[in-house]
T-cell receptor, first 114, second 111 residues
Framework: DTEVTQTPKHLVMGMTNKKSLKCEQH?????MYWYKQKAKKPPELMFV???????INESVPSRFSPECPNSSLLNLHLHALQPEDSALYLC?????????????FGPGTRLLVL | SQQGEEDPQALSIQEGENATMNCSYK?????LQWYRQNSGRGLVHLIL?????REKHSGRLRVTLDTSKKSSSLLITASRAADTASYFC???????????FGAGTRLFVKA
């Protein structure tokens, strides 16, 4: 199974809402990523978890809160977002530092903040 | 700023023609990867070239890496309409997880 799944596929939320994005992989990968991608732009790294510990936070605003409950799951909790946070949110995983560098991406969650 | 910069930003060709995309980067890298993204979907890994390699092939793809010029190119031969997508280079820093994507090239292959 080389699949990374993300739910939901689409999400519309108001600026006062709290919502969560979910990502799951069953490849035994020990590193998981969140990226944000605006239209016609490259993915921008937000967070990296390695062995369920947050190893990289690219100065992301605190209204985005990542969580890694176990080695297969990665969540992104959203609260008090702004309209400019509307984007495609991509999750990816890779084996780990000692393993391959190839990242496997999920299909993304398209988020619209009203 | 982005580690990898790509050109052209957009490329439109006829089916059967070759497509070449270029990527430049600024600092030392461990490896360079190319990904494809169909409109609004997840990225798919195409090929990885390590810093000690100069050329790599995979099917209709050929990637070159010139570490002295800090640049890479992706050649797609005999293009097909299904190759229409955005193509990104990505660099990974030595010993780390951080991956930086280039600006991308949007390829349109006309049938």
């Amino acid at each position: 199974d080389t699949e990374v799944t993300q739910t939901p596929k689409h999400l519309v939320m108001g600026m006062t809402n709290k919502k969560s994005l979910k990502c799951e992989q069953h490849m035994g990968h020990r590193a998981m990523y969140w990226y944000k991608q605006k239209a016609k732009k490259p993915p921008e790294l937000m967070f990296v978890y390695s062995y369920e510990k947050l190893s990289i936070n690219e100065s992301v605003p605190s209204r985005f809160s990542p969580e890694c409950p176990n080695s297969s799951l990665l969540n992104l909790h959203l609260h008090a977002l702004q309209p400019e946070d509307s984007a495609l949110y991509l999750c990816a995983s890779r084996q780990g530092l000692a393993g391959g560098e190839t990242q496997y991406f999920g299909p993304g969650t398209r988020l619209l903040v009203l | 700023s982005q580690q990898g910069e790509e050109d052209p930003q957009a490329l439109s060709i006829q089916e059967g023609e070759n497509a070449t995309m270029n990527c430049s980067y600024k600092t030392s890298i461990n490896n360079l990867q190319w990904y494809r993204q169909n409109s609004g979907r997840g990225l798919v890994h195409l090929i990885l070239i390590r810093s000690n390699e100069r050329e790599k092939h995979s099917g209709r793809l050929r990637v070159t890496l010139d570490t002295s010029k800090k640049s890479s190119s992706l050649l797609i031969t005999a293009s097909r309409a299904a190759d229409t997508a955005s193509y990104f280079c990505a660099t990974t820093f030595t010993g780390g997880f951080k991956t930086i994507f280039g600006a991308g090239t949007r390829l349109f292959v006309k049938a």
